[in-house]
């Protein structure tokens, strides 16, 4: 199986297969769905076939392609995957399934346009997880936004444009940044191999440059503080569809950055400037917090969340340079090790999340919390999952928002008391800010003609937040074979990271 082009397959089975659905048509839209449907379901039943030819003792990127593509400038169609990378393409595979059963019948305009958009996006988000060649992981980082602007311009809110052009504008900001270091790393390398760029020797100034530059890029994805404010917006206006997508894998792509380009091609540089980026990740766990708390828009709420939640995993990445400084390396490992599983929890969570807040604005067209209030009385079992939802978005032990996060904390009070508490003191405004809005939403008297009006989940729901619930808890109550999938290349990363390349 390892003699497969799976990952080529991976990327291109979902962008070709747009091709089809969309000569659909407006006027057969039930066709889109399904074919779109069988596309997305062939996408994960590969993405799962990774787990079988993968040799979980190998830090090596396994599964590897390389073709020319342009011979003038040493680039070629490289691709490459290790357990890191597997995580986070069975993630995207995972969530493009339900994204398209949670559209089954929300999306009634364009129907075919919004599945090819999906389908693109998908396969465009596999090929920055799975590209080994730097400037193919750059066009797959650009290229992505488009089928996202499309999503939100068409098929958004009444502010849908003012989101998308921020968006884009945000996001093309920081990959101008990212692209100067990529050149500047050419021009070192005389290819864009990434092995070869975290390979090469670079002094302190140039490290600090480049450093910088990847932060910028990354920062601006995840998003940390204080480049973070395009994310609110585009949750706001984007259809539920797109809200899940881009805050259970797009922000990843930023955390995922950090691993492949920022730590190992510049550890020295990470290492000095480890106190900016844990300070800033304190203060997206603290202070967004507290910006949760006073919103009044559901779909705000969690989009701050969000920010708060990713502070674990910038926190989680930097924090090993105190600990490997202190000759605690299993530790090291650890806090790398949350930072994944709270990538790929968060993922599950938030998707949850705001699939949830889908199901009550299709019914209802508001997003304010004032307007709802004692569904349990009137969707019951949406009610269940509402409550679920929000206690693992709360760091509930038992669901994966407990075990990333406190995967992180431990390493964090090993490194320092102080920012360990500090981290710590999330599982508290977490708890406050999410248990206030089920509290507002699901609990007490019905509120309205409206909400009483409003009829409990359907079939097709239910799969999907079960789907969304099966994970939270299969790795809430079982991390191991996702923490077993990434040990080797985490181990491999912190060794990287304990040698200075000065």
């Known amino acids: 199986m390892s003699h497969w082009p799976l990952l080529s397959l991976l990327i291109w089975v979902p962008i070709v297969g747009a091709i089809p659905v969309l000569f659909a048509g407006q006027k057969r839209p039930s066709a889109a769905?399904?074919?779109?449907?069988?596309?997305?379901?062939?996408?994960?039943?590969?993405?799962?076939?990774?787990?079988?030819?993968?040799?979980?003792?190998?830090?090596?990127?396994?599964?590897?392609?390389?073709?020319?593509?342009?011979?003038?400038?040493?680039?070629?169609?490289?691709?490459?995957?290790?357990?890191?990378?597997?995580?986070?393409?069975?993630?995207?595979?995972?969530?493009?399934?339900?994204?398209?059963?949670?559209?089954?019948?929300?999306?009634?305009?364009?129907?075919h346009q919004y599945m090819a958009a999906m389908l693109v996006l998908t396969g465009l988000m596999i090929g920055i997880f799975a590209a080994t060649d730097a400037l193919l992981f750059y066009v797959f980082f650009e290229a992505m936004l488009v089928p996202m602007f499309i999503i939100i311009g068409v098929w958004g809110g009444p502010r849908r444009i003012y989101a998308t052009i921020k968006f884009f504008l945000f996001t093309m900001f920081g990959s101008i940044f990212m692209l100067l270091a990529l050149i500047f790393l050419y021009l070192k390398t005389g290819n864009f191999s990434i092995a070869a760029m975290q390979h090469v020797p670079l002094s302190m100034a140039e490290q600090t440059w480049i450093f910088f530059a990847f932060l910028i890029a990354f920062a601006v994805k995840i998003p940390m503080v204080p480049v973070h404010t395009w994310l609110p917006d585009a949750h706001v206006e984007a259809p539920t569809g797109g809200s899940v997508v881009l805050a259970a894998v797009m922000l990843k792509i930023g955390g995922y950055g950090f691993i492949r380009f920022a730590l190992p091609i510049t550890p020295d540089a990470a290492d000095h400037f480890a106190w900016l980026v844990i300070a800033l990740s304190l203060i997206a766990i603290i202070y967004i917090g507290y910006v949760a708390l006073a919103q009044e828009d559901m779909k705000k709420l969690v989009a701050y969340s969000s920010v708060a939640h990713m502070g674990f995993v910038t926190l989680g990445l930097f924090i090993v340079f105190i600990l490997i400084r202190d000759g605690s390396g299993d530790m090291a490992q650890l806090g790398i090790q949350g930072s994944m599983v709270q990538m790929i929890s968060h993922g599950f969570v938030s998707g949850a999340m705001f699939t949830s807040i889908g199901v009550m604005y299709d019914r209802m067209h508001t997003r304010m919390i004032k307007d709802y209030g004692g569904l349990a009385n009137v969707m019951p079992w949406f009610a269940l999952f509402m409550v679920f939802f929000g206690l693992a978005n709360a760091g509930l032990p038992g669901t994966s928002g407990f075990v990333g996060e406190f995967m992180v904390i431990i390493a964090s009070f090993h490194a320092s008391p102080w920012i360990g508490l500090a981290a710590a003191f999330t599982l508290v405004i977490g708890a406050g800010y999410t248990l206030w809005l089920i509290k507002r939403v699901v609990w007490g008297e019905v509120r309205s003609p409206e909400v009483a009006a409003m009829k409990d989940i359907s079939a097709r729901e239910v799969f999907v937040l079960a789907s969304f619930a099966l994970m939270v808890l299969g790795l809430g109550f079982w991390p191991e074979p996702l923490v077993h999938l990434i040990h080797a290349p985490v181990t491999e990363l912190v060794h990287t990271l304990g040698h200075s390349k000065l």
């Open 33 to 111: 769905r399904w074919l779109t449907l069988l596309i997305s379901l062939a996408t994960l039943v590969l993405s799962l076939a990774l787990l079988f030819g993968y040799d979980y003792n190998s830090a090596a990127m396994q599964f590897v392609e390389s073709h020319a593509w342009l011979p003038a400038i040493h680039s070629r169609y490289a691709l490459g995957v290790d357990g890191i990378s597997i995580a986070l393409i069975i993630l995207t595979s995972f969530t493009n399934v339900l994204v398209i059963v949670g559209a089954w019948e929300v999306i009634q305009e364009r129907v």
